[in-house]
C-alpha cells in the first residue's frame, strides 16, 4: 500500500482481501447496523419542529431587521435538516428504500429546496471513489484545485488568479454554496432525467413558492433580499464547513490507482474528535471513516462503531487519521496553498 502525505497516490491495496469482510463480522455481531427507530423519530420531529418554530419567528418579528438573526438561525436549521436527508439517502433511517426515499424528498426538496435524486447521484459516485481523480464529484469542481494537475490546467487570467488565492478564498467561497446546490437542483429537475419524476418538480416548486412567498410577504423587497441572501450565506457556509474537514487534504488516488474498498475509504477519510456537540453540530459527518466503511449504519450508532475500526486499521497497519476541527480546517487550507503554486509560476 502507498500512502504519502495528501498527493496523488497510484496503488492502494491491501494484500488480505478479506480484510473487510472480518470487519464487518465485528460489525454486524455487535449489533450496529441494525435500524434505530427510536432515535429517529425524536431527532426528525425535534428537527421539523425547530425548522417550523424558526418560520413562525420569521412571521412574529414582522417587517424588521431583527429578521437577520432569523436568517442566520433557519441557515442553520436548514442544514440540520439536510443531516437528516443524507441520513435518508444512505437509507439509515428506515429498512425499505421507499421509506428513506420518501423521508429524502420531503426533507430535501419540501423543507430545503434541494434534489434529494440530484444530490443522491452525485453522492454515491463520490461514495464509490472517494478523492479519486475524475471519478468523484466531489474534487472536479470548476472553482477550486485539489492537485496539482488540476491548477496547472487553469489557463485563463480569472482562474489562474482564483486558484492563486484558492486558499484565501475557501471559506468566502462556502457562502455561495448553498446558492450552487440550490441552481444545481433546479436544473437537474428541469431536464427531467430524474428517477422521482413529477413528484420531486412539485416538492421543490412548493419550496420556492412558500419560500418566496412568505419573503416578499412579510418583508420589504429590500429587506426580502438581504433575508434571502444571509440565509442562504449562512446554510452554504455552515453545510461546507460540515463537509470541508471529511476529505480535502487527505490523499487523492489516481483514477487507474488499484485499490480494495477498505483501503480506498479510510486512508481518503478523516475523522474529527470531539463530543456530543461535535456529533450534532457536524451531523455525524465526523465519523468519515465509519460512515464511508458502513453508509446504512444510523448515525447515533457511528461513535459506537469507531474504537472497533480505529483498532482493526491499527492491526492492519492501516493509517487511521483523526484530528479536531480546527486542525482539519488548517490541514486544507494548506493543502489547498500548496496545490496552487503550480499557478504561481504562470505567466499572467
Not at 16 to 41: K, N
Request: aromatic letters at 10%; hydrophobic letters at 45%.
Amino acid at each position: 500500500m502507498t500512502t504519502v502525505g495528501a498527493g496523488v497516490v497510484t496503488t492502494v491495496s491491501h494484500n488480505a482481501g478479506s480484510a473487510f469482510a472480518a470487519l464487518r463480522r465485528q460489525i454486524t455481531e455487535a449489533g450496529l447496523l441494525g435500524r434505530r427507530p427510536g432515535y429517529y423519530c425524536a431527532k426528525i420531529a425535534a428537527t421539523v419542529l425547530a425548522y417550523l418554530g424558526g418560520w413562525a419567528a420569521f412571521v412574529w418579528f414582522g417587517d424588521s431587521w431583527v429578521q437577520l438573526v432569523t436568517a442566520v438561525a433557519l441557515g442553520i436549521l436548514y442544514t440540520q435538516v439536510a443531516f437528516l436527508g443524507h441520513d435518508g439517502g444512505h437509507r439509515q433511517v428506515f429498512r425499505s428504500r421507499r421509506g428513506n426515499d420518501l423521508l429524502g424528498l420531503i426533507l430535501g426538496d419540501l423543507l430545503v429546496g434541494l434534489s434529494f435524486g440530484w444530490w443522491r447521484d452525485k453522492h454515491n459516485r463520490h461514495h464509490a471513489h472517494p478523492n479519486t481523480e475524475g471519478r468523484d464529484p466531489d474534487i472536479a469542481i470548476n472553482a477550486l484545485a485539489f492537485t496539482p494537475a488540476q491548477a496547472q490546467g487553469r489557463t485563463s487570467w480569472l482562474t489562474r488568479v482564483l486558484t492563486r488565492r484558492q486558499a484565501w478564498l475557501f471559506f468566502p467561497m462556502l457562502t455561495l454554496e448553498g446558492f450552487h446546490l440550490h441552481s444545481a437542483s433546479i436544473r437537474h429537475v428541469l431536464t427531467g432525467r430524474h428517477r422521482e419524476g413529477w413528484r420531486e418538480a412539485v416538492l421543490l416548486l412548493s419550496h420556492l413558492i412558500a419560500y418566496f412567498g412568505l419573503l416578499l410577504l412579510i418583508l420589504s423587497p429590500a429587506k426580502a433580499l438581504v433575508f434571502m441572501v444571509v440565509q442562504q450565506c449562512a446554510f452554504g457556509a455552515y453545510l461546507g464547513c460540515s463537509f470541508a474537514p471529511n476529505h480535502k487534504g487527505m490523499p487523492i488516488l489516481d483514477a487507474d490507482a488499484e485499490s480494495d474498498f477498505l483501503s480506498r475509504q479510510v486512508i481518503t477519510s478523516r475523522n474529527v474528535r470531539g463530543g456530543w456537540f461535535t456529533d450534532w453540530a457536524l451531523g455525524g459527518l465526523n465519523y468519515q471513516i465509519e460512515h464511508h466503511l458502513f453508509p446504512s449504519m444510523p448515525r447515533p450508532n457511528l461513535r459506537r462503531a469507531q474504537p472497533i475500526v480505529r483498532a482493526y486499521c491499527q492491526q492492519l497497519q492501516l493509517p487511521y487519521a483523526e484530528t479536531s476541527l480546527i486542525d482539519s480546517y488548517l490541514i486544507v487550507l494548506r493543502h489547498l496553498n500548496a496545490v496552487a503554486r503550480p499557478a504561481l509560476v504562470l505567466p499572467d
